[in-house]
């Protein structure tokens, strides 16, 4: 379907699901969300997107690290030069890497890294209904479609991104791609629903992780599987770190578990087979300035003279991937 303002609206998944979903309530939380994608502050990204709404592409690849989407040599001089000052709109880009229409945008994140090292661990996301929580511009979504998923639900209250996820969508149209500006606060009116459930880099910035994991736990299927990537710290006792301010110079950080102490929050939440599948501390190769984010990163936010300790005196982060299940 296509819409005046937003460009291509995915078939509403709603009408699919409505009896197995608490649908009123989901339409309720929507509409009372939907007026975040015309704000005053959010101007800038959905004039951005109107701007190209002409342009389109059958070329698109999910395979591989990049997302690649549409040739340099389909558009016009006067549509590249729209094009570009679209994707300008967006920076700085903190998940990537994707390719438009020729254009490489190397955002903060190697995202492409994350997905890599989960991608053996999952079961194949053919014919499953999955969430991505926290899925900010979409990049894993467009990585998810390539294995056909029947449905996947992204979770994310920023405008920004929608418009963001939105820009690629208009030109791929995948059916199976859905955009909520809602939060991880809202998965538990899903029960029982998603196959599996992808919480990577939510977990930390929120006051009640453990509340947080029952709801998820709530939203899961019965064999279903959810894999959280979890921002941490190093340490052998099954105890968290509260940032008296900020972490790492970041605010809305809240609890930073080491590997025991997140999976005893899973194995109290009721998840099983509880498996810590990476542990390693962040590089500043995996988030680092770039053209795209010409922003402090990871090498700004860690004390200058010993790298094993944050701006502020903390423990450096590490990132904790694990895997777990719902029986």
Known sequence: MLD???????????????????????????????????????????QAVQAVQDIQSNEFDFSGSVVKVGQADELSPEQQQRFNQTLKAFCPWKKGPFELFGTLIDAEWRSDWKWERILPHIQPLKERKVAD??????????????????????????????????????????????????????????????????????????????????????????????????????????????????????????????QSCLENWMNRAGFTDVNCFFAEPLSTEEQRRTTWADIDSLSEFLDPTNSSLTIEGYPAPWRYYVIAHKD
């Open 133 to 258: 929580i926290g899925c900010h511009n979409g990049y894993f979504m467009f990585r998810m479609a390539h294995q056909k998923p029947v449905c996947v639900i992204g979770f994310e209250p920023y405008a920004k991104h929608l418009w963001n996820f939105q820009l690629v969508q208009n030109i791929v149209r995948q059916e199976m791609l859905h955009f909520e500006l809602l939060g991880v606060e809202h998965i538990d009116l899903y029960p029982d629903f998603f196959d599996t459930i992808f919480c990577l880099g939510i977990l930390y910035h929120h006051t009640d992780p453990v509340g947080l994991l029952r709801k998820l736990h709530k939203s899961l299927k019965k064999t279903g599987e959810i894999i959280i990537d979890c921002q941490g710290i190093p340490g052998d006792l099954p105890v968290a770190l509260t940032p008296q301010k900020r972490y790492a110079q970041a605010r809305g950080i809240w609890f930073l578990p080491t």
């Open 4 to 46: 005046k303002q937003m460009g291509y609206v995915a078939p509403d998944y709603l009408e699919q699901y409505n009896d197995d979903i608490e649908s009123e309530t989901i339409l309720t939380r929507r509409q009372e969300q939907q007026a975040k994608r015309f704000e005053a502050r959010t101007k800038p990204y959905y």
